[in-house]
C-alpha cells in the first residue's frame, strides 16, 4: 500500500493518470473511496491524488486533537513527497475547510481552488436542521451497518435513493469496508467546530470555484453562496436537484463544470494539451 510520512503518522493515498496534479480531499469522516465517479474521469485528464485522511481507513494516527490546518499540511507532505510543486485543490464539505486552510497556507503551490459543499466555517455558517446535526454529532454504533445507512442515507436525495438502489447498496458496502475509528470522527468534527475562515478568504489568490446543490440538507447552498462572495472573482455553480453528495449523483455534470472551469480559467498547463498559464 503507497504511503508517505506526515509528520508523525503514515498517509495511504493513490495516484492515476498524467498531467497536472488534481488533489481529490473527502469529507467529513470519509476516505478516498467518495470518489468513486471521479477518479476514472480525472484520471483521463490530470494527475489524480487521492487519499485517506490521517485516522480514517488506511491512515492510522494516534488520537489526538487535530485541526483543518494540520491536514492541509499533510496534503503539503504528500505533495512534497510526489514531488509536486503545484496543483489543482478540490474539497468537499468537511474536505473544502482543509481545501480552504491549503490555498491560504501555501498559495504558491494551488494552481486553482474548487470547493464543493462547503462552507467558511464559524458563527455565521448556515447549519443543516437540528436532528441532521444531532444525527452526525452523534458516535453511537458509528461503525454498525444500521448507523453507516443512516449517515449515507443523510446525503443523498430521495429521488435517487429510490432510482438508484442497487448504487446506494454499493456505496453502503464500500464505507462500510473503511472502518472509521470513534476517536477519529470526535476528532473531525472538533476540529470542524473550531473551523472558521470568514475574515481570511478574501486573501484566496488562485481561480475559484464554489459549487452546491441546492437540496443540500447538510451544508445548505446558501453557505456557498457566501463562501463565493467574499472570494475575489470566485465563480459560483449551482447543480440543480443537487444533494450534498451531488458529484455521486450528478457525477456527470460536476466532473464536466470542474474539468471546464480548469481550461476557461488559464491554469491548465501546456502539457496537458490546454494552452494556459503554469
Wanted: charge should be negative; include cysteine; aromatic fraction near 8%.
Amino acid at each position: 500500500m503507497p504511503k508517505i510520512q506526515a509528520g508523525e503518522i503514515e498517509l495511504y493515498y493513490e495516484e492515476h493518470g498524467a498531467g497536472d496534479a488534481l488533489v481529490l480531499i473527502p469529507g467529513f469522516s470519509n476516505g478516498l473511496w467518495i470518489w468513486l465517479k471521479q477518479i476514472p474521469a480525472f484520471s483521463q485528464k490530470f494527475r489524480t491524488i487521492t487519499f485517506d485522511p490521517r485516522g480514517i481507513a488506511r491512515s492510522a494516527s494516534p488520537d489526538q486533537a487535530i485541526s483543518i490546518r494540520m491536514i492541509a499540511d499533510d496534503v503539503a507532505a504528500l505533495l512534497a513527497a510526489l514531488k509536486i510543486e503545484r496543483a489543482h485543490i478540490l474539497g468537499a464539505s468537511f474536505g473544502g475547510f482543509v481545501a480552504q486552510e491549503f490555498a491560504l497556507g501555501y498559495p504558491e503551490m494551488t494552481r486553482s481552488l474548487i470547493l464543493c459543499c462547503t462552507s467558511f466555517g464559524g458563527p455565521r455558517h448556515i447549519p443543516p436542521p437540528m436532528a441532521t446535526l444531532q444525527a452526525i454529532a452523534s458516535t453511537k454504533g458509528l461503525n454498525s451497518d444500521e448507523r453507516v445507512r443512516e449517515n449515507l442515507l443523510l446525503a443523498f436525495s430521495q429521488k435517487y435513493l429510490e432510482e438508484n438502489r442497487e448504487e446506494v447498496e454499493q456505496l453502503i458496502a464500500l464505507r462500510a469496508a473503511n472502518y472509521v475509528p470513534e476517536y477519529a470522527y470526535t476528532r473531525q468534527l472538533q476540529a470542524a467546530i473550531a473551523f472558521n475562515t470568514e475574515e481570511r478568504v478574501k486573501e484566496i489568490k488562485a481561480p475559484t470555484l464554489v459549487i452546491t446543490g441546492d437540496e443540500d440538507i447538510i451544508v445548505p447552498s446558501e453557505n456557498s453562496r457566501n463562501l463565493a462572495a467574499r472570494i475575489p472573482n470566485a465563480r459560483l455553480v449551482i447543480i440543480k436537484e443537487g444533494s450534498h453528495t451531488f458529484f455521486i449523483e450528478r457525477a456527470e455534470e460536476f466532473n464536466r463544470a470542474v474539468t471546464e472551469f480548469i481550461k476557461q480559467s488559464g491554469v491548465w498547463s501546456l502539457e496537458s494539451g490546454v494552452k494556459g498559464k503554469n
